[in-house]
DNA sequence: AGTTTATTTAGAATAATTCTTGATAAGCTT
DNA sequence: AAGCTTATCAAGAATTATTCTAAATAAACT
């Protein structure tokens, strides 16, 4: 029994309705670089999905991971996310949702939107502007090192950090 | 008379000041290239800060004056901003704001934060990570460019936007 | 089966930024 | 002032993420 089946009937739209909805196909290629940003909920780069598929689909270039993933952002399904001048990453939340970036163990987490609130809830933009995207982002530690840093730092344990700092 | 003579006396820290924290020196170049940004209340990239500096300093590098908008940023007397994978642009505000990326004209608004308000009251943090930085950044049409939006489009007279649109 | 169009791929090209290296200049020390 | 040390500058090379090009392949359509 396959569930989500949308041959002829409207329940929500999978991802291959988006991508048929723009006269694209859902290849092999595509579904793989789509899949590997879904196996886990964490934030890759394009080389990072290149070599995560590359082991299930050997011959995918880089190029086409490139490609893959910007067909899939412009599609609405996945979504780029950039941080200073660091890779783009990529993301599965289509959720309303913001960055923070561990500058402790590089990962990046996200963080959602509390509920009934929006960005002009603190921001204050002119009441003519349209806006059509917003994007936040928060450098620092996250729970888990930012909790062993406030342990360990007193005897001045110090972890080397996985970010470049000069 | 001049003031803000921070010899002895310990007014509001002056840029001097800052880079003189660091150990560095507040030489020509430096102050040319923060004298750049602090002429107009844009968001210049390295580029046009380097055209803009040609002008008054014809032998100034291109390296110095990436290497300047480093060092100012560094020590805090500049912000860097960055939208996407464009170019880095460089701001002068020092308040806690955000930037609005018009996609009509190309030009970067300040958005600032309303009074009394922080990230933290429409974002989910977890309460346990340590925050060092946030950057917000909106993208879509600044005042001018949505009322001329507005009244232009209804006879279809659509204005080629500044930004590339594949 | 033949035609059109989309897709993939490898490699070349691009563009912003950083790095390297040898001047040049500034600040101290004697 | 002369010598020493360190910071800064400048020109060009190098790096790196990303995009482009062109040819091969595959899918969809007639
Ligand atoms: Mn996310
Ligand atoms: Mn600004
Ligand atoms: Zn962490
Ligand atoms: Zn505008």
Redesign the pocket.
């Known amino acids: 029994m396959k569930l989500r089946d949308n041959h002829s009937g409207d329940a929500s739209p999978t991802p291959d309705d988006h991508i048929h909805g723009r ?3 859902m ?1 092999d ?2 579904r793989a670089v789509y899949d590997a940003l879904m196996g886990q909920r964490d934030h890759p ?2 080389v990072e999905v290149f070599m995560r598929v590359k082991t299930k689909m050997p ?6 991971v ?3 993933l ?1 067909t899939l952002t412009d599609c609405g399904i996945i979504k780029a996310v950039n941080h200073d ?1 660091e ?2 990453r990529y993301c599965p939340n289509l959720a309303e949702h913001a960055h923070l970036f561990c500058q402790g163990c590089g990962s990046v987490m996200d963080i959602p939107l509390r509920s009934n609130r929006r960005p002009q809830d603190i921001w204050d933009l002119p009441e003519d502007v349209s806006v059509v995207q917003h994007e936040v982002s928060f450098r620092g530690l996250c729970p888990k090192c930012a909790t062993a840093d406030a342990a360990d730092t007193p005897p001045d344990t110090q972890k080397a950090p996985r970010t470049r700092s000069k």
């Open positions: 006269g694209l196909r290849t290629q595509r780069t394009a011959n995918i270039s880089l190029a086409t490139y490609n893959c910007e001048r890779p783009s």
